[in-house]
């Protein structure tokens, strides 16, 4: 049995994005994404190059230690954990440019691994980037970022890849904003501003079922998640509004950051007969309530072109209806206990992927398999098998 490979660090030289884009001097002089990296057992053990690699990325989360790259490379697939330039604080993300990092890692797959196939795994919010990735790798448009200025990409920078894998499957960014963001909120300037009508955490808003879990209405439903919405598009208009503003004066900024409080209100969090699969009650993150009102959420901090790239119904990130362009084949894994995916969610993919999409539940999993290292083993023979069947 040959030993296990050693892990890796990858640091690969993109190109320069936005000014100011990090408070590092050295990391904008010489702009570096870095990954962690296991090659194929068996590769290693012939002595020849790398057959098929997979990349599992997320547009902000740290990915170095992801639970696929070893159990990977074991099943013969080298796999690459990579950072974008915004590991950690996505204030400042602009899906465009995460792209373009995911590009260089495609090509240091392929020219430094000799990896003649690549794969995408796309795990949480990785599988909208993944998606998108493939689309304007398959038809480059991004030419210009969502608020007009010029990208710097050129169709090379996106070499396509050839198949996707997508496990605990977002949406996108734009897909949760809209369903998390919290329509009670009043004042976008104090946190504890709230409208009781539309509060999900007031008791007096649900029933309780015969065990004495939460259950809405399907009219509070209606009010709220139309509330949401509208939450969502008076944000939009205020950040379009103020970019104009900005860039009318030469010498004022051309971006500035602001704060969007309480972004995780999902009524199926509590109820759980709301797109019900095997999940407990709460959010990924634990007491969903809690959560919301914390002081670092998701999409809490934001720069106006962040927030338009990633959150804003603008944005051009949005999963299935990236998979829906793209031509390679999809496999999707379902962790059915999952608090953040759901039932819809699944049907969403596959309606997107059509024929060339198969879905496989992982019973019992939740979105980060935490302890659960009988089903991260599983998700990977399915995704070793995918990879090696491409």
Sequence with gaps: MPERPERRLAAIDVKPGAAMESQSGLQMLRPRIYGAYEEAVRTLAAGRAARTGAIVMHPASNFMGHYLIAPLAERGVTCLGLNSRYAGNDAMLLMERVIQDLGAGVKFMRETLGCERVVLVGNSGGAALAAFYQAEAERFSVETMVDGDR????????????????????????????????????????????????????????????????????????????????????????????????????????????????????????????????????????????????????????????????????????GPENLAKTSVPALLLTYTADQSTFASTRETWLAAGGQRIRNVDITGGDHYLAGRIDLQLRVADEIAAFAEAL
């Design 151 to 318: 990208t710097n990409i050129v169709a090379s920078d996106l070499p396509p890849v050839h198949g996707i894998a997508l496990c605990a499957a977002h949406e996108g960014r734009s897909h949760l904003l809209l369903r998390w963001i919290d329509p009670s909120l009043t004042d976008e300037h104090d946190v504890i501003s709230v409208d009781p009508a539309l509060d999900m955490y007031d008791r007096a808003n649900w029933h309780e079922d015969a065990s004495g879990a939460p259950t809405y209405s399907a009219e509070f439903l209606r009010r709220f998640l139309g509330a949401q919405r509208a939450r969502r598009d008076r944000i939009e208009a205020r950040v379009l509004e103020r970019l104009a503003g900005l860039r009318s004066k030469p010498e004022a900024p051309r971006d500035e950051t602001f704060i969007v409080h309480r972004t995780h209100a999902d009524p199926r969090c509590l109820d759980l007969s709301l797109d019900a699969n095997d999940r407990i009650r709460g959010s990924v993150w634990g007491d969903a309530r809690a959560v919301n009102y914390a002081a670092n959420a998701m999409g809490r901090i934001t720069s106006l072109t962040a927030f338009l790239s990633q959150w804003s119904s603008r944005s051009r990130a949005g």
